[in-house]
């Protein structure tokens, strides 16, 4: 069974940094993507980036400049750098690792993160 373990969340001054780590029970390269989604109060769940097994980043414009994914193969471990926080990016932020072969895809989640960002 896939686990991903996620932490580093929390409460943070807009204009402030968090860095979430995404901790996944098997080795990155047997997922094609491994990804951060957030949700927030009110609104659909929506992507914000994502790393794939050859290492090639995706991004949400709105996050460009401001957010790296990175990844520690050794450790099993996906990154989300947050830096230049703003209000509206409060939110829960899941974790996604998605495995596909050439009849099934499996899809596997995090408990989800709370990141908060207020005066």
């Known amino acids: 069974q896939v686990q991903l373990v996620e932490s580093g969340g929390g409460l943070v001054q807009p204009g402030g940094s968090l860095r979430l780590s995404c901790a996944v029970s098997?080795?990155?390269?047997?997922?094609?993507?491994v990804g951060w989604y957030r949700q927030a109060p009110g609104k659909e769940r929506e992507s914000v980036s994502n790393?794939?097994?050859?290492?090639?980043?995706n991004s949400a414009d709105f996050v460009k400049g401001r957010f790296t994914i990175s990844r520690d193969n050794a450790k099993n471990t996906v990154y989300l750098q947050m830096n230049s926080l703003k209000p509206e990016d409060t939110a829960v932020y899941y974790c996604?690792?998605?495995?596909?072969?050439?009849?099934?895809?499996?899809?596997?989640w995090g408990q989800g993160n709370q990141v908060t960002v207020s005066a």
């Open positions: 996604r690792a998605l495995r596909a072969d050439t009849l099934n895809t499996y899809t596997y």
């Open positions: 098997g080795s990155l390269f047997s997922f094609n993507f």
């Open positions: 790393i794939t097994s050859s290492g090639r980043t």
